[in-house]
Nanobody, 115 residues
Framework: QVQLVESGGGLVQAGGSLRLSCAASGRIFGINTMAWYRQAPGEQRELVAR???????NYSDSVKGRFAISRDNAKNTVYLLMNSLKPEDTAVYYC?????????WGQGTQVTASS
């Protein structure tokens, strides 16, 4: 099985920053793309950012220029640096990894940006 341990969520004032981390362990031979999704209350889950094994990234338009995704392949860890947080960024953030073509989700971490 694959285990994903997320950390770094919390409460921050609008304009502030947070850094999320997600460490993958277990049967992760073949791990490739890693990503962050989020879900706000009453909304559908949406892709925030993803990064391939080679380091190519893409972002949702709503976070471009403010968030940065990165990974440490030696540690099987993905990060999400969130700057200039806005109240509309408030959501549960989920780490997602692909191992070969199977998708695994973390338990989620709450991020709240207060106005």
């Amino acid at each position: 099985q694959v285990q994903l341990v997320e950390s770094g969520g919390g409460l921050v004032q609008a304009g502030g920053s947070l850094r999320l981390s997600c460490a993958a362990s277990g049967r992760i031979f073949g791990i490739n793309t890693m990503a962050w999704y989020r879900q706000a209350p009453g909304e559908q889950r949406e892709l925030v950012a993803r990064i391939t094994l080679g380091g190519s990234t893409n972002y949702s338009d709503s976070v471009k220029g403010r968030f940065a995704i990165s990974r440490d392949n030696a540690k099987n860890t993905v990060y999400l640096l969130m700057n200039s947080l806005k109240p509309e960024d408030t959501a549960v953030y989920y780490c997602v990894v692909w191992v070969f073509n199977r998708q695994y989700w973390g338990q989620g971490t709450q991020v709240t940006a207060s106005s």
